[in-house]
């Protein structure tokens, strides 16, 4: 299988090319970009490899959908609706690391992004790639919208407790701290390093756009409307990514008994681990792997539970979620080109 | 008048060096060390200056009180007591950063700390150091309970709302994130570098000793028992702490009547400020100086708000505070020895 | 004394005003900007205290001169001549944090700045303001040209021995290790928190532009031409500077003597110290302090010297050392609102 | 082939578990550990995965050899010589880390290490295992004495130099850079996050152990003694190393002659890459990697050149380089389980 990484140059694009340049099943055939074309992908990113010999080129649908089988788009939103269109039409397989495919609610979509949407037509042909909630879905797929990273690790978080609806869905707190790669490969005053390092600061409270993502997969989980506070946090790493979630327990359980919910949950799951109890989860505990590390602790004082998550938001946050999908629609383990511990320290 | 520092190898005593060294109303008397008796403080700290010629001696109470008018208790809890029952006899001033006198309460004491008080007797001749809650007190006080970090931050951040009454006591939410200074300068596992480098996690979830402290002091605000749920993480970073509070609303109010509330209560205070709408506070703002940055946002669809504050945790959060304290009981201007801007970047 | 600081944007100009605001002898009077013109210096740089009510302003140089007796230029190389011509005619005091007129030979000046000097005239009023150096002609001048930080750490760790001839002027090796501040407040890839972070990188190698200061500098020490090799690096820290030194010695000296001379050579020095024997400089030592930490070792094997030397970046190697001229010139004793410890840690 | 880690508890151990876990080739079969004995390594590192279900055992050297074909030691020096003795006898592999065989001089070893030799009769047995110098001599090796991180760096940014008589054998400078985890996972002092975070220092000037085994290599090379003057540094990053490294050219050589010397020493090797000329090497180009980039510059005003080098300190430092020697000698690919570009960023 051919695969092509549109918008290659950006740090998704560069985590999707370490996950796939030694993916036994698929061969990168293209990688493009807009500021970098005609440059070597070593040149722009020594990390992939001086032997990796492909050069960024000019991004051009028709010759995308001729020369690839899978297609990665790594694009801001609002750009990747009509070369979306397109491979559907060709039966291309699409997974789409940006935000376009992911709210099923247009007017949602238009309310937080502030745009109109370009093809409403294709949004319910997409799946939402979580695969640890939508794997069966996403099996027959051919659009798959790869969730965002906040989204990533606040619903793997909650997912067990709202499916078996044990908390309130009023009240939700969800307090994420992330890396700066996060906020992309552009140099702004918000990446600078003497801006960011030594530093810790919230953003985009209450507003950020990764809130109605959360709320629909959590409503979904808890068959009705969820709705949360969620604070964002820039904090001083390069990858890693923590959401500290807080919400009301409607019954007084036991710490052992949520425990086995939780285990229960993700027993099948290759990359979804409870830690024992009283260790919590360190982000460096994952970092450039896909695996998510959850623990919680009961407040039985104020009957309230604080679940903690980590992933690296480049890898289960981004692009290694993005190949976990593909390998789901290929049919092939689940873990090819991911099974890769993570590095420490 | 002449100070000494029990316990002066700590970061919170070479801070309090720091402030006090060029402070032109006091001088430097004694300096005392557990485990570095007889060696020079520049020499374990040559930050400090090698013009500071000054040793670090053994601790002997009647000398203490013999050569100081003023004494600094950085020791770990459980150590001060005999101290400030001597100095409070000889009516010495004691400012104490560690625990034994904050919390009011006895049994919470030995709940929290898991040891019995060894002075209760003075428990009610403490008075608990945060200026801008209890100036009058400290005023005349003679045994001043320096506020831990976590606290000092969590409680200037919801002061004027609990004051006020316009927000729920129960499902309070403290979320914060602190530099590993606040760990101390014993090498751990936890402060060793390759730990805490790129890398956040939670710990002390539900259990940090900080909480009945916090919770004292807001129900003092309050008027009635207020109960948290409060997460510390640590984050790397030297110095400086965030808190993320989050409460319910008990009103319909406007972002700008908040507002005003806020500015209200800190309106004649040199060291809170509240930044304007939609900046929120930076820990690097603060860092090497006795300020406390905050900011809110009203989160209409839940009817909450969220508050956050930020501090240098050695500063405001331990020896800048101690100092203005210090600076109360002798009757002198407030800011004095704190009025340098913060360090940036 | 009202001071004015033209180019207050940029890291420079924020450590002048953190170290201005309180300094006892002057007024902060105009701070310029070119992005920035009409905002607050405190809603750009929160860490300068939300209580300084000054807008940047736009540079306008017959008010600048008007309302100030005092100019601290923080501009790029090439924009300071003209004000400076118009500044000495009007007999105020012009301290340049710029290149311009550090370099005596105008054909260096246009060779390794590639750019003609629009004030050729104006070179042998400027005194090279390193006080350890040029104290007594600093006393009378009216044009300082502010060394180089990386000048300042390289001097001042190689002063000694040449003034005494002990070491061969060919072959000598500075490495340098600088923190990001020293690139500036501009966002560019070089300062994006991912590239820097996590990362070390050697760049400049050979043409960086401050080796003909250094070489001019050592050159006046040593009474004859010195050529140096000269490699930078950026290392993930926001402020500091090392330079490790190597020299081969002429003779056959005990590490006593050199001791010595070193001792003797910054004997009434208050910002220059050498540590003992054994205990190499840290920068985190000098943070955001005025002082250089000096040590050395001597390599018998070899008949070799490393001398390692630290300072902050941004103030003994710009705004400190900037005051610390000023305070020179104004005859005011040369630690005025410097005497601050470093922050630690 | 099963392979055992004696001493899998530091950080070496774990990296060498990271690339081991999914090596095609080996199976890990034994762990050991003196101080963590009966504990979980996933416990210990979470990093390698929740699903590595095996504990660190107690060493018994009888036990290990009838388990095992393949001995990783990483142990402190002096820990080994035994073990190797009765390996040696049963012709197993052994891959050391330690520096018991990297001298080839019994009394360099007594003098540096400052203790007697416990196995000299085996010195001559043991191979230096840098597989771009003696990739031969490692293909029949039973004793592999794996190189130091320094040395790696070092040797192999000089090597095509020496080889060839292009450079002056006396007056080497190597200037070296290191992250915090060469200094292994004790907790010390020196590994606090609040003394190494934030700073920069040398250390071990002129005495650091490196020193003879980077002699011995470059004087093999030259053919006859060469000698260096070296310094380390601590720069705050999790892994990596520099090595910055300056000498006199012997003739006037262009850049392209040296480009191309360079080029061919290297031009067969998987994990050695001259970067293109003016691209200076960054250590986060080979994080998690097991390669090393190198660049160079000439200094004609000096006739000198200046050579950087990069690698991960743990991976082609330590660990990934010792796994190469494991290959090697087994006849399989020499990438074989090394062929992950690295992680950015």
Known sequence: MKVGIIGASGFTGVELIRILKNHPKVDLELLTSESFV????????PSVG??????????????ALRRC????LALPHGYSSELVAMAYADKKIIIDLGADFRLKKIEEYSSWYETDHKAPHLLDKAVYGLPEIHREEIKGAKIIANPGCYPTSAILALAPLLEKSLIDIKGLVIDSKSGVSGAGRRATPVTHFNSANENINPYGVIKHRHTPEIEQELSLLAGEEVSITFTPHLIPINRGML??????????LEEEELR??????????AFVKILPKGIWPHTKWVL???????????????????????????TKGASGQAV????????????????????YP
Chains 1, 2, 3, 4 share one sequence.
């Open 38 to 45: 005609g440059k070597k992908i070593s040149e722009l990113y």
């Open 50 to 63: 001086l032997d990796l010999d492909m050069e960024l080129e000019e991004f051009d649908s028709h010759d």
């Open 69 to 72: 089988d899978i297609l990665f």
């Open 243 to 252: 959401s500290t979630c807080y919400a009301s327990l409607l019954e007084d």
């Open 260 to 269: 086995k919910i939780y285990e229960d949950f993700y027993k099948d799951e």
């Open 288 to 314: 450039g792997s896909n695996n998510c590390l959850l623990n919680f602790e009961v407040d039985k004082r104020n009957k309230r539970i604080v679940i903690a998550s980590v992933i690296d938001n480049l």
């Open 324 to 343: 976990q999908n593909m390998n789901i629609v290929l049919g092939i383990e689940e873990t090819t080109g991911l099974a890769s511990p993570a590095i």
